[in-house]
Structures are given as C-alpha cells and as structure tokens.
C-alpha cells in the first residue's frame, strides 16, 4: 500500500513541479512580446525583432516541454514547432520591406 501512495505522491510532485516550471516561463514570454513591439513601434530594429522573436519561440517550446514533463509525457511532436509558425509569418510579413529595402 505504501508503494502505491509514493508513486501516487511522485507523480504529484511531478506534475506541480511542471506547472512551476511552465508559470515561472510566463513572465520572459511577456517580456519578449514587449520587446518585439518595442523594436517595431519606437525605432524599427530588425536585429532586435529577430533576437527577440527567438527568444520568444525558445521560451514557448520550452513552457510546453515543462507542461508534458509534468503530465509525464515525452516531447517529440513536429506539431508543437508548427504552432510557432503563425507568429512567425506575421514578423516576417511586418520587417519584409525593411529587410528587402
């Protein structure tokens, strides 16, 4: 009885230590949106726009790898780089003409 209440004990811990985990990757992801629209709307730097857009696509990859961790599940799904794909388009389609002028 005792090994089932440790694994079920374990398997808890598991799980908060990935919601902590993906919550504490909240707060850069808000940070890299603030910094996105503040490269493109003060003064248009690409670099910047490039640097945090990365930044923010790592952060977002990593957040769900912290949320199937603690649901015990492996990462390995193409679906998850392909959800970044929309927000990447739209940058791309707002520094294009910086980019080919």
């Given amino acids: ?12 811990f598991r799980a908060l230590v990935g919601v902590v985990a993906a919550s504490a990757l909240a707060y850069p992801l808000v940070l890299c949106a603030v910094q996105i629209g503040l490269a493109q709307l ?6 910047a726009v490039v640097l945090w857009l990365l930044a923010a696509v ?9 949320v199937r ?3 015990a599940r492996r990462v390995r799904s193409p ?23």
């Fill in 1 to 12: 009885m005792a090994g089932v209440q440790d694994g079920a004990t374990q398997e808890r």
């Fill in 79 to 101: 679906w998850l780089l392909l959800g970044v794909l929309p927000p990447l388009v739209y940058e791309l389609w707002l520094v294009w003409p910086l980019l080919t002028g």
């Fill in 58 to 66: 790592a952060c977002s990859v990593a957040l769900v790898g912290a």
């Fill in 42 to 47: 003060l003064r248009v730097d690409v670099g």
């Fill in 69 to 71: 961790w603690g649901a």
